[in-house]
């Protein structure tokens, strides 16, 4: 398992970590099988998106910020209840197909570290399985 | 393949299985690999969330019953449409990273089975594989 | 790796493809391990929802259109920006336990991809590991 360190700078954002899994896949030297790209953290997520223009990014951000209101008569004392549940809807991994040593992603496809309650160091770990 | 069985009691509700998981992981003597968490329901989920405070469950449970009502027009004449809509969102499955014959969580980070169309009885399938 | 075509007919639409996967898996022989099905696309995904009464799909579709509205002040240009959310509250992929040669799905189970940016020809990939 390799972990990559993360220091997000805003309250709510999606960090492009393509090259880093990428790199993480690569080292571990596994030709064929799957990689999990797994946040140990209950406010924050791992998705997959495109990576092209930076737009989709934004608009990612505020949508899931409208879904999900910031304060709204939550009963969790630490204020972040909105995280948590960003982080159930969005999900705590991805699962990639690794082929060649490299993961198959599509030609629009990034994958996205998303912080819900930052700024923050963060961690995702990413574990490859296969021969 | 372990499977679990649960008995909910309320109609949305949060179930904390991370005990479970962890001793049909450690009963499969798998060192490192990966761990597949599986409902075969349809109107049920599972997600890793925060289980120290209980309140995030709850706040889990109120979010997602706002952000898809129990009554919507919905087609479905079994009127359990809001249950399927909350286990596409929430999804079906999480896959867990496996080191040392145990789960590699966060510190906060529980498993949840997510009872959308209770009071009933469930199962969980985990299903390890490695080396 | 299997990949399957798709053609899409509608602007947002849920696909049956369970069999697909099934043949999938079934011709991969693998008896014993997981089958990750995943789309490399961002405007679409993949779940696992009820496939027995056509209106559970269709109620997914209305209530993710409902979620998420089409047009919303989003910045990408393409002008697709709700299909981009969608993918990412549903998911790029879904993991399936394999035993027997085939997948474990409970009684109600299908396997459907999403299109949210259709019509489209689409692709699916199917990835089979274990014994």
Same mark, same amino acid.
């Given at each position: #398992?390799?972990?990559?360190?993360?220091?997000?700078?805003? !309250?709510?954002?999606?960090?492009?970590?393509?090259? %880093?899994?990428? +790199?993480?896949?690569?080292?571990? &030297?596994?030709?064929?099988? $799957? *990689?999990?790209?797994?946040?140990?953290?209950?406010?924050?997520?791992?998705?997959? @998106?495109?990576? +092209?223009?930076?737009?989709?990014?934004?608009?990612?951000? #505020?949508?899931? @910020? %409208?879904?999900?209101?910031?304060?709204?008569?939550?009963?969790?004392?630490?204020?972040?209840?909105? *995280?948590?549940? %960003?982080?159930? $809807?969005? &999900? *705590?991994?991805?699962?990639?197909?690794?082929?060649?040593?490299?993961?198959?992603?599509?030609?629009?496809?990034?994958?996205?570290?998303?912080?819900?309650?930052?700024?923050? !160091?963060?961690?995702?770990?990413?574990?490859?399985?296969?021969?």
């Amino acid at each position: #398992m390799t972990t990559i360190t993360i220091d997000s700078r805003q !309250r709510v954002e999606l960090i492009d970590i393509t090259e %880093k899994v990428r +790199a993480a896949i690569r080292d571990r &030297g596994i030709a064929d099988g $799957l *990689a999990v790209v797994y946040t140990p953290h209950t406010t924050a997520a791992i998705t997959i @998106n495109e990576n +092209a223009d930076p737009d989709v990014a934004i608009d990612l951000v #505020m949508a899931l @910020n %409208k879904l999900v209101p910031f304060d709204d008569h939550y009963h969790h004392a630490e204020g972040n209840s909105a *995280a948590h549940v %960003k982080s159930t $809807l969005v &999900g *705590a991994s991805e699962t990639l197909i690794v082929e060649n040593n490299i993961p198959v992603l599509g030609t629009w496809q990034g994958i996205y570290f998303c912080e819900f309650d930052g700024p923050r !160091r963060r961690q995702v770990h990413v574990k490859v399985i296969g021969t």
